[in-house]
């Protein structure tokens, strides 16, 4: 039935997006945490991860429409932002953050605003994919699957 | 007359001489030539000696060069690292001076291994003692070299044979050396075979000296000529120094391996020569190696030096290829198991988060005992059928494992194979008779000579623990007792490459429906580059495990967990209850996550596995972080980020502690002066003296750095304040975004005792706090 072919394309996903870097090993340290008294630990986080970043990209780009930057500002939320996308192991992000952070050590708005084009990027393709995973979770899990762990 | 016999007389003397003359002519010519290859004898012998001699000194320049180049480097990285700690972090001076450091090591990397090789010829290489798990290397390596040759399409695998490595896994020895003989030989195998397989083999036996005690009663056998009598005491005598010095201790083992493949093989007159190679630099290995690769020479000298030999098997006519066989002799350390035991009952309550934090580093042997005990336990019901179908040379291997283990296997290659055997499978069941009730004692001692004729040459541990399993039910008892010959279980194994997946989900379908009182697994084989397309028709109900290829270590333990699941959802229970007993923890019951004093590895690891269990197909999952080395201890956590300090509190409370939260510097501060000023009025203000046991309010305080209202240092600055006044000093352990000196420099100023990055890891964190109180 379904529950094979859902499970064959869970472990391709998850595999994808490891060898892609677009998520690291931390992702994995959030997964063995989940377990029978959370069962939806990862969905929890996650959740405030988007929630979080959104307010995160908005505030940033009304910031950096500006032609004057505090770049001090900037600088926290970017530090914060990476803050959040280390701890769910979006790596990825987590680069483009760190090279975010020179731009703004080097007030340079240009480089800031590719930045953030980089960062809002990377972001959409971290939400797309794990929203895509949460998905085939729950399909599988109604079709009375289990989930397949990864070796 | 007379004239005739004179003349003959005559003839015959001169037909003397000349002969005498002929032979004495010989006879110089031949001396003269003994001479000459005496002389180019000696001239060679010298020559020789002196290439040695040459060969020699060069090791030994090279050697003595390499302390001036290490120093070099060494000083270049240290002189790199000084800079470091003056650049701004991220800047682009500081990444160029990364990279110059990532050089540098890399550097060194390279030049070591070259000087390793220079030592063995010079004699002076020394050999690590490092724990490892021998199963673990070997598919390690299996596992890298299979995704390099399945570009070639070739299939790389590990076999077993009796899986004796498996079960004695645990071993001391140079690992990273073994791991680079296994990758030169891997590779090379890769390299020159462009279709077919390579497979390593691997077996273990424990080294007899009887074999020398033989030979010497042998030769004891010819006492005729004394001179041949004290000949043979002496080589006798010598055969034992030389062989002797190695095998010496009675934990030691020896490893057998065997890399084999089907490529173009090497011919007789090469192969004395094939391990003249010397060093050749870039045989590129991904994770963690040096990056350099090592002749078949230096392959040779190692294994001299852990005591084998390696040479170049025949193999059988008709057969391509090349086959590398090579001994080892390792120590076993399986003999620790006691030693863990003893110092597991002497646990004091309050240092049971000290020596559980201890435990959880040592998590991996742990689990690869655990895993080896598996192994030994082997099958222990019988009547279990085992349905093939697999390409390639994982389908003998596997034939020969589930054999061994008293599974009766049908193996086909092929799935139009595949309603016939199953119809014959089926046909074998109905013809059965009802079940024998067989004496316990009977089955037991059945399973024993099962499990247990392969256990003579198998690994001295605790064996006879393995026996105990616990009182059964009835019902369970009746489950494993059966006739041998009756399918009574089920498993099918299929390679999701087999080709026509719906035609074998069809067939698989009607086969489980028509099937009632067995049970019957499905386990999916899928490979790296099996295409989603293939089950994109499938309309397979059964799925208990997907595995990937190739088939070994792991997900061996994996096949034969769910093997022994077939006797009922409580196969763990002996299993955790054996790992009880062998640790000789609570000899009663076992009760699930209670509260006990003494919360060790064990109960948790027991707890943790059964409840895996209760969903069969994560079977494949045997995660390490579910003890709770930091139960009874009370953390304060202060961050301001809410992502984070979810994550924090979970795998705080995960680990057993309680945890407090607080947002920023100045709660902090509020929290702990509050539970400060109220312990102390408890002890009615009395000075407390020193020591582990004091009642402190928090036992350890994480620190987020940078918090809004008050940042971490200054909060930790406070409450270092108001400590004084009460003589604590609760270890405080700063949390930030990078790991500079810089920052370390501050949180230590700050007042702070450790320091780790975010995010939080729980290995980092755990031994951070073994090391807080061991001071």
Redesign the interface.
């Known amino acids: 039935?379904e529950?094979?072919?859902l499970?064959?394309?869970f472990?391709?996903l998850t595999t994808t997006l490891f060898q892609q870097g677009i998520l690291d090993n931390?992702f994995i340290?959030?997964q063995?945490?989940q377990?029978?008294s959370?069962p939806n630990?990862v969905h929890?986080?996650v959740s405030?991860?988007f929630q979080?970043s959104e307010k995160l990209l908005n505030e940033l780009s009304r910031i950096l429409d500006h032609q004057i930057v505090d770049f001090k500002i900037v600088d926290a939320h970017v530090?914060?932002f990476?803050?959040?996308s280390?701890?769910?192991g979006a790596q990825r992000i987590k680069d483009v953050c760190?090279a975010f952070?020179?731009c703004c050590?080097e007030n340079n708005r240009d480089g800031c605003i590719r930045c953030l084009q980089q960062v809002k990027q990377e972001y959409c393709l971290v939400k797309s994919n794990l929203e895509d995973l949460f998905r085939l979770e729950k399909q599988i899990l109604a079709a009375g699957?289990?989930i397949?762990?990864m070796? | 007359m007379k004239i005739v016999v004179v003349s003959l007389l005559s003839l015959m003397i001169l037909g003397v001489i000349v002969g005498s003359s002929i032979m004495l002519q010989l006879l110089r010519r031949s001396r003269i030539q003994e001479a000459f290859l005496y002389a180019s004898l000696i001239k060679q012998k010298e020559a020789i000696q002196q290439a040695e001699r040459k060969s020699m000194n060069k090791s030994l320049a090279f050697a003595s060069a390499s302390h001036d180049v290490r120093t070099s480097l060494a000083g270049i990285t240290g002189l790199v690292e000084l800079c470091r700690l003056d650049a701004t972090p991220n800047s682009k001076l500081d990444r160029h001076l990364e990279q110059m450091s990532t050089c540098a090591s890399q550097l060194l990397g390279i030049v070591n291994s070259v000087l390793d090789t220079s030592k063995v010829e010079a004699g002076k290489m020394q050999l690590e003692e490092v724990e490892f798990d021998m199963a673990q290397v070997l598919e390690e390596s299996a596992d890298i070299f299979h995704v390099v040759a399945l570009k070639k399409g070739l299939e790389v695998i590990w076999d077993p044979c009796d899986c004796s490595v498996l079960r004695c896994s645990n071993v001391k020895g140079d690992c990273r050396r073994l791991k680079q003989i296994l990758d030169n030989l891997l590779g090379n195998a890769v390299k020159f075979t462009s279709e077919g397989h390579v497979v390593v083999r691997a077996w273990a036996k424990k080294p007899s000296l009887e074999n020398f005690k033989l030979s010497s009663n042998h030769e004891f056998r010819f006492p005729s000529i004394l001179s041949h009598l004290t000949r043979c005491l002496w080589k006798n005598e010598t055969n034992m120094e030389i062989l002797n010095p190695v095998q010496h201790g009675p934990d030691s083992v020896e490893f057998i391996f065997e890399v084999e493949d089907t490529g173009k093989g090497i011919p007789k007159e090469k192969r004395a020569s094939v391990f003249e190679n010397y060093v050749q630099v870039k045989e590129t290995t991904t994770g963690g190696h040096e990056g350099t690769g090592l002749g078949l020479g230096i392959v040779q000298s190692f294994v001299r030096l852990m005591g084998g030999e390696i040479s170049i098997k025949e193999k059988d006519p008709g057969e391509r290829g090349t086959c590398f066989r090579f001994n080892i002799f390792l120590k076993s350390s399986d003999a620790s198991l006691d030693g863990e035991e003893n110092t597991n009952s002497q646990l004091h309550p309050r240092n049971t988060s000290v020596a559980s934090t201890q435990l959880a580093g040592k998590n991996m042997t742990a689990q690869s005992k655990i895993r080896a005990m598996t192994f030994k336990r082997g099958l222990q019901m019988e009547g279990i059928h085992s349905l093939l179908l697999i390409q390639g040379e994982t389908k003998e291997i596997m034939q020969r494992w589930m054999e061994s283990l008293g599974v009766k296997v049908w193996a086909i290659d092929h799935h139009k194979l595949l309603y016939p055997s199953l119809e014959k499978i089926k046909n074998s069941l109905c013809a059965s008779a009802k079940p024998d009730s067989v004496s316990r004692s009977n089955s037991l001692s059945r399973t024993t000579s099962l499990n247990y004729n392969k256990e003579n040459e198998g690994c001295s541990s605790s064996v006879d623990v393995a026996d105990q399993t616990l009182p059964l039910t009835t019902k369970e008892r009746l489950k494993k007792l059966s006739f041998s010959g009756l399918p009574t279980y089920i498993l099918i194994v299929i390679d999701l490459s087999s080709g026509n997946m719906s035609e074998i989900c069809s067939i698989l379908k009607n086969f489980t429906s028509s099937i009632h009182n067995i049970q019957c697994k499905i386990v999916w084989l899928a490979s790296f580059n099996t295409p989603a397309a293939d089950l994109s028709s499938s309309n397979q109900e059964k799925c208990d495990l997907v595995l990937q290829k190739p088939l070994h270590g792991s997900r061996l333990y994996a096949l034969l967990k769910l093997l022994q699941e077939f006797g009922g959802t409580n196969v763990d229970d002996p299993q955790g209850i054996q790992i009880m007993n062998t640790m000789q923890e609570r000899q009663q019951s076992i009760e699930l996550g209670s509260s006990m004093d003494d919360k060790t590895l064990l109960s948790n690891s027991f707890a943790s596995q059964s409840s895996q269990h209760t969903n069969k197909t994560s079977g494949s999952r045997y995660s390490m972080d579910d003890d709770t080395p930091l139960s009874g201890m009370n953390i304060l956590l202060a961050e301001d980020m809410p992502i984070l300090s979810k994550v924090a509190k979970h795998t705080l409370s995960r680990l057993g502690a309680t945890v407090e939260h607080a947002e920023n510097g100045r709660d902090v501060v509020d929290l702990v002066t509050k539970a400060l000023r109220g312990t102390s009025d408890k002890h009615n203000g009395t000075a407390q003296p020193q020591g582990d046991l004091k009642p402190l309010p928090y036992d350890i305080i994480l620190m987020d750095c940078e918090m809004p209202i008050m940042n971490g240092y200054e909060a930790t600055r406070k409450i270092r304040e108001e400590e004084k006044y009460y003589g604590f000093h609760i270890p405080i352990i700063a949390l930030t975004a990078h790991a500079t000196p810089e920052e370390e420099r501050k949180s230590i100023s700050a007042g702070m005792d450790f320091h780790l990055t975010k995010p939080l890891k729980s290995n980092e964190l755990l031994e951070t706090i073994n090391n807080a109180y061991q001071n």
Do not use: Y
């Open positions: 039935m529950v094979a072919h499970q064959r394309r472990i391709d931390q340290q959030l063995q945490l377990d029978e959370n630990f929890e986080v405030l991860f979080d530090h914060q990476k803050g959040s280390a701890s769910i760190i952070r020179s050590e699957g289990s397949p762990t070796q």
